[in-house]
């Protein structure tokens, strides 16, 4: 099972961004799509969660400006971010909990990260 994240970019601020990760391989059902971010010398952070029953989480910083959905039919998790802020600048990483694969085992799978710069 891979991961692959897209959309990161160079931003002005109160502009707006799209994240993507799709997910591959063989892939039976998928829990839980997060994506996180990591800021230069800060912890990496839960931005916002969609489960498999489409409820949804936010971290306080980005409620009301950015929005995760998903797309079951391709694996795949977007994040609409609007309004950006300088202090939005981080790495943002994708993350999958309890991947059920087509041999019936089951694990979480992080992508790798896409740099998101948000400039004042």
């Known amino acids: 099972v891979q991961l692959q994240a897209s959309g990161g970019g160079l931003v002005q601020a109160r502009g707006s961004l799209r994240l993507s990760c799709a997910a591959s391989?063989?892939?039976?059902?998928?829990?839980?799509m997060n994506w996180y971010r990591q800021a230069p010398g800060k912890q990496r952070e839960l931005v916002a969660a969609v489960d498999s029953g489409d409820s949804t989480n936010y971290a306080d910083s980005v409620k009301g400006r950015f929005t995760i959905s998903r797309d079951y039919a391709k694996n795949t998790v977007y994040l609409q971010m609007n309004s950006l802020k300088p202090e939005d600048t981080a790495v943002y990483y994708c993350?999958?909990?309890?991947?059920?694969?087509?041999?019936?085992?089951?694990?979480?799978?992080w992508g790798q990260g896409t740099q998101v710069t948000v400039s004042s």
């Open positions: 391989g063989s892939i039976f059902s998928i829990n839980a």
């Open positions: 993350k999958a909990d309890h991947v059920v694969t087509g041999w019936g085992q089951a694990d979480d799978y």
